[in-house]
């Protein structure tokens, strides 16, 4: 299916719980005290406008982010602004976006103190994090109430054409063991404001960037079962096929038969391969 026109997204904009474009709130949703910080506002007064006029959003379907309470929000990666895309979309929902983040960008002035304002939870490349363990820091986050943001690709896709890669299995796991809705989440076009690996953003004429939210992936299947390595693969593999199914949507065209693997491709994990 090909993106829709503008009226249609106008009219699933309006079945959403925020206008993406204006930020207006549709009635029927509240704040939630103590998420949207002085922190968060520093940032969103930088980032939202700068994204107004770079970029224009348009929404499919509803928006089906929870209104209140924990869940895991599961969304492709081709591009190093996805987080800020990614995060704009959950803020103007109305509910304070976080991240599994690289730990080294906490050390970066002005901008690691923004991030520690806002809870964002570092992750060493080694796979520790200040919670002791690679997950502590989103698991901490569920417990209490909050939305976590994790890249299920662990990095940028390597897909040449930028279809989702094999799958890691943290978001999974987040979910399964703090029994909350893990949600798929897909979206379109920020690599016309900034190319894969590239350091320059094309600011204008305005990027059209699609968004999906799909409904929460029904786990009731696994729940009670041992969450082991197996189980972990299966609904890893389960989100990865319904993240690429909502790019599918957005993209009006199928993604590749086999998902890309780094491994059988001898590319790094981490870092950059271009």
């Known amino acids: 299916m090909s993106p829709r026109s503008d009226g249609d997204g106008l009219e699933a904009r309006r079945a959403s719980a925020t206008d993406v474009t204006t930020g207006l709130p549709v009635p029927g949703r509240r704040w939630r005290r103590g998420e949207l910080n002085t922190a968060f506002r520093i940032v969103a007064s930088i980032v939202i406008p700068t994204f107004r006029f770079s970029a224009r959003y348009h929404w499919h379907g509803p928006n089906r982010l929870p209104a209140e309470g924990a869940f895991v929000l599961a969304p492709n990666h081709f591009t190093n602004i996805d987080p800020l895309v990614v995060g704009t979309a959950v803020y103007l929902s109305r509910r304070a976006p976080r991240f599994l983040a690289k730990a080294s960008l906490f050390k970066v002035p002005v901008v690691g103190k923004l991030m520690s304002g806002m809870g964002q939870i570092p992750v060493e490349r080694s796979g520790r994090t200040r919670l002791s363990d690679p997950l502590g820091g989103g698991r901490s986050l569920v417990e209490q109430g909050g939305a976590i943001i994790v890249y299920p690709e662990g990095t940028l896709t390597r897909d040449p054409d930028l279809w989702p890669m094999r799958g890691k299995t943290g978001a999974a796991r987040i979910a399964l ?63 990865m096929s319904r993240i690429t199914a909502l790019l599918e949507e957005l993209r009006g065209e199928p993604a590749p038969a086999t998902r890309w693997d780094p491994a059988a491709n001898n590319q790094k994990e981490t870092g950059r391969f271009e």
Do not use: C
């Not at 094309?202 to 799909?214: I, T, W």
């Open 177 to 239: 063991e703090n029994d909350v809705p893990l949600v798929p989440m897909a979206h379109w076009g920020t690599q016309h404001i900034m190319a894969r690996y590239g350091k320059k953003l094309r600011l204008f004429p305005p990027s059209r960037v699609d968004v999906v939210v799909g409904d929460p992936i029904d786990l009731s299947a696994y729940r009670g079962r041992p969450i082991d390595q197996q189980t972990l693969l299966q609904v890893t593999e389960v989100l």
